[in-house]
């Protein structure tokens, strides 16, 4: 599909610029002054902004009109299969005049709004994204709208749904990034276009986590009048514009400069950890106190330094020290894998995000999934989490194979596609 064809692109690149070294491009070089065209004189490095946003959603609120544009790139994007995302999502109350978990819309919307000229947009999907009522858990996403392709922003942000009746704030599984919350949701992530968009390089056009309760969201929207209060920080720590991938010179840009940069910076030391980006720990010694396991997939929520203020990149910090002590908010990718943890090792959902410092995370010779050294651990770590399926992979991707060697050995059918070539042909012909 198009994500894996974006990664496999991505992956190919990442090689060539990265492999042999002494050819690869180096954005962080200190032996001479970067040139004119380098990402770092591109970018708009605005003081670091915190604004605070409240916005409110109604189930039975006026449609969102869209271009035939935005709506071809929803249905891209829409999990679903095309028949229920093409429908018509309106809201249908009952006959008690109350909405139910499956008359609510798939997706509820506050509307875009401005957080220092750059666009968002909070999106609730009150069945989660997958659009699943038996499943209970709601989910609330934030959108970058980027004014235009290469724009892009490093920002860390909260999310908090209120119930416009009572005004108390919803519970949810768990708060993301650091500090825990019981009704607040945090993270932080570089937005950019969809088309510059790697997730495990912390590069996403829109995202959030089904950690609320679709019971509780349903309550609050109700009938007629109900609403929820979406409210919320949105802290900018940079700004980018041409961030292109296939700009020229090539692999500076884009999602393939970010790539080969991190799989550069990976092998650095001090190691460079940026928020949202996806770490393997490939030691082979186990740290049971830290919850680190090598070969598995942690995503960074959010970063602070020692003084426990945010920020985006240890790179920020000016000395060693600093940066070793930087202390990041960590959690294994995917509800599945949080799933795994907690049947093989005892770790509940609650028990995330773990905090660690940058040196101790370091020490575990942490690389990105670009880096040919992460492969070996993390295929390790698949087969021993969940061998069975390891093994279907395996047996379904062979399997092709082999009945068809067996079926040649067997049966073939053949159609002569010419009356021409009957002559030709003598019982004991090999076709």
């Known amino acids: 599909d198009a994500g894996a064809m974006k990664y496999i ?17 180096s954005a962080h070089s200190s032996s001479s002054a970067p040139p004119s065209s380098s990402v770092d004189q591109q970018q708009h490095r605005p003081a670091v902004i915190t604004t605070s946003f409240s916005r409110t959603i109604q189930a039975d609120s006026q449609k969102v009109e869209e271009t035939w544009q935005a709506k071809l790139n929803r249905l891209w994007n829409d999990p679903r299969p095309f028949n229920e995302a093409f429908d018509d999502d309106a809201a249908v109350m009952d006959d008690n005049g109350v909405f139910t978990a499956e008359t609510l819309p798939y997706r509820l919307t506050t509307g875009t709004f401005d957080v220092h000229n750059q666009t968002f947009e909070c999106i609730l999907y009150p069945r ?19 004014a235009s392709p290469g724009d892009e922003v490093d920002i860390g942000w909260t999310l908090r ?5 009572t005004g108390k704030a919803l519970p949810l ?3 993301g990034g650091l500090p825990r919350s019981n009704d607040t949701w945090s993270s932080a992530m570089t937005f950019t276009s969809n088309m510059e968009r790697v ?3 912390g590069r996403t056009g829109d995202w959030g986590s ?3 309760f679709t019971d509780d969201v349903v309550e609050a929207l109700g009938g007629p009048g109900g609403n929820l209060i979406v409210e919320g920080n949105v802290t900018i720590h940079n700004v980018r514009s041409g961030e292109n991938s296939f700009s020229f010179p090539p692999g500076q840009r884009g999602a393939v400069g970010a790539a080969i940069r991190s799989v550069k910076g990976a092998r650095e030391r001090p190691r460079t950890f940026r928020a949202g980006e996806v770490v393997v720990p490939t030691v082979t010694s186990i740290d049971t106190k830290n919850r680190l396991y090598p070969g598995v997939d942690y995503r960074i929520m959010t970063i602070a330094n020692s003084r426990g203020e945010e920020i985006f990149s240890t790179d920020a910090l000016s000395t060693t020290e600093e940066q070793n002590a930087a202390k990041l908010a960590l959690r294994p990718v995917g509800w599945r894998l949080h799933q795994q943890m907690w049947q093989q090792r005892g770790i509940k959902v609650t028990d995330w995000p773990m905090e660690i410092e940058a040196g101790a995370l370091s020490e575990t010779d942490a690389l990105t999934r670009f880096n040919p050294g992460a492969f070996l651990p993390r295929l390790r770590s698949l087969i021993a989490r969940d061998a069975a399926a390891f093994v279907l992979f395996l ?5 092709p194979i082999f009945f068809s060697l067996v079926g040649r050995e067997v049966v073939s059918f053949y159609e002569i596609p ?5 002559p030709t042909l003598r019982k004991g012909d090999v076709l």
């Open 9 to 25: 692109l991505v992956f190919a690149l990442v090689a060539a610029y990265t492999w042999p070294p002494a050819c690869a491009f």
């Open 128 to 146: 989660g994204i997958l659009n699943r009522e038996d499943v209970g858990s709601a989910a609330a996403y934030l959108r970058y709208h980027a």
């Open 161 to 165: 749904l209120i119930n416009g009746r």
């Open 173 to 175: 599984f768990t708060s």
């Open 199 to 201: 997730d495990s390089l």
């Open 210 to 212: 089904s950690t609320w």
């Open 395 to 399: 047996f379904i991707g062979l399997s």
């Open 418 to 422: 010419s009356a021409s070539m009957d």
